[in-house]
């Protein structure tokens, strides 16, 4: 029987996608998502029941039958930690595996409080005892424009200035391919 992948966030720009190539590739899915009735329908995906992160039982039944999770991160709250934990705590009981979207530079004294947030559910999961991948994204391209002042300054953790932007579609490239290869060549590398 070939694996089945849940794939957390799919009515969103990274979950969407990750689920339109898998779904290219054959891979059979359980799409996750807080109004199912959002999900895209896909061949070989299966709409969960509706999961919220923070609801354990309600995740549990939404993975239920899949081999892989991939968490997209939960939207930015001072909850989002929690959210992770128990999105993760409760998907350990069924999956083998755990691909997470994290955030570059996470750390437990990184500057950007995303960073130590995203840290903190990395090292949640490493605890878990299951086959996992990191993958440590910066900020999306897509989201400049909202940084952008009416004087043209772009306003936000600055630095030096510099910034290795990254499209939501070459996230969701580089999701599918680390999804998609089972021979653990991905297990345990962020």
């Known amino acids: 029987m070939p694996p089945v992948i849940a794939v957390s966030g799919a009515t969103g720009r990274v979950g969407g996608l990750v689920a339109r190539r898998l779904a290219d590739a054959g891979v059979e899915q359980r799409l996750?998502?807080?109004d199912p009735s959002k999900l895209p329908e896909l061949p070989g995906a299966v709409a969960a029941p509706p999961a919220e992160y923070g609801d354990a039982e309600a995740?549990?039944?939404a993975v239920d039958g899949a081999d892989t999770l991939f968490l997209v991160s939960a939207r930015e709250s001072a909850d989002q930690v929690r959210e992770h934990i128990t999105a993760v705590g409760a998907a350990v009981a069924g999956v083998e595996r755990i691909v997470y979207v994290s955030f570059q530079g996470a750390a437990p004294d990184?500057?950007?409080?995303?960073?130590?947030?995203?840290?903190?559910t990395e090292r949640h999961v490493r605890g878990?005892?299951?086959?996992?991948?990191?993958?440590?994204?910066?900020?999306?391209?897509?989201?400049f424009p909202a940084?952008?002042?009416?004087?043209?300054?772009?306003?936000?953790?600055?630095?030096?200035?510099?910034v290795a932007a990254v499209a939501h579609e070459d996230v969701a490239g580089v999701a599918a391919a680390v999804l998609t290869t089972t021979?653990?060549?991905?297990?345990?590398?962020?």
């Open 183 to 190: 021979d653990g060549t991905h297990d345990g590398v962020t």
């Open 147 to 162: 940084m952008t002042g009416a004087d043209g300054v772009i306003r936000g953790p600055a630095g030096s200035g510099r």
């Open 32 to 34: 996750l998502g807080r």
């Open 128 to 143: 878990l005892g299951v086959p996992f991948t990191f993958l440590r994204d910066s900020f999306y391209l897509a989201a």
């Open 110 to 120: 990184a500057t950007f409080t995303f960073a130590r947030d995203h840290w903190h």
């Open 59 to 61: 995740m549990r039944a």
